[in-house]
């Protein structure tokens, strides 16, 4: 059992920073990859971006590239998501995700262990 704690949400306006954290335990994750998602009101769940935990192999989500950033620390036991120039279609809630069978996919419905989830709101 993998359990996940986000923290780090919170409001701010366009154009600038939040840095978000999920605080991994529970396993052993060498073989895991952990994804950020994030779920608008009313909208579909939505991939951010995933590191594998080892070799440190990233993907983005096009909408995020360049602005975001998903990094793991091997020491603390988290991964992090630095988010800079913020818009408001960065709004929403966001979450942390375990991966333990298919390498991190862009799809949520692959990812095995979740976050309670932490809300971003960017305001205009």
């Known amino acids: 059992q993998v359990q996940l704690v986000e923290s780090g949400g919170g409001l701010v306006q366009a154009g600038g920073s939040l840095r978000l954290s999920c605080a991994v335990s529970?396993?052993?994750?060498?073989?895991?990859?952990m994804g950020w998602f994030r779920q608008a009101p009313g909208k579909e769940r939505e991939f951010v971006a995933r590191?594998?935990?080892?070799?440190?192999?990233?993907d983005y989500a096009d909408s995020v590239r360049g602005r975001f950033t998903i990094s793991r620390d091997n020491a603390k036991i988290t991964v992090d998501l630095q988010m800079n120039s913020l818009k408001p279609e960065d709004t929403g809630v966001y979450y942390c995700?375990?991966?333990?069978?298919?390498?991190?996919?862009?799809?949520?419905?692959?990812?095995?262990?979740w976050g309670q989830g932490t809300q971003v709101t960017v305001s205009s």
């Open positions: 995700a375990a991966d333990r069978r298919y390498g991190g996919t862009r799809d949520y419905r692959t990812y095995d262990y």
């Open positions: 529970g396993r052993t994750l060498s073989s895991y990859a």
């Open positions: 590191i594998r935990w080892t070799g440190g192999n990233t």
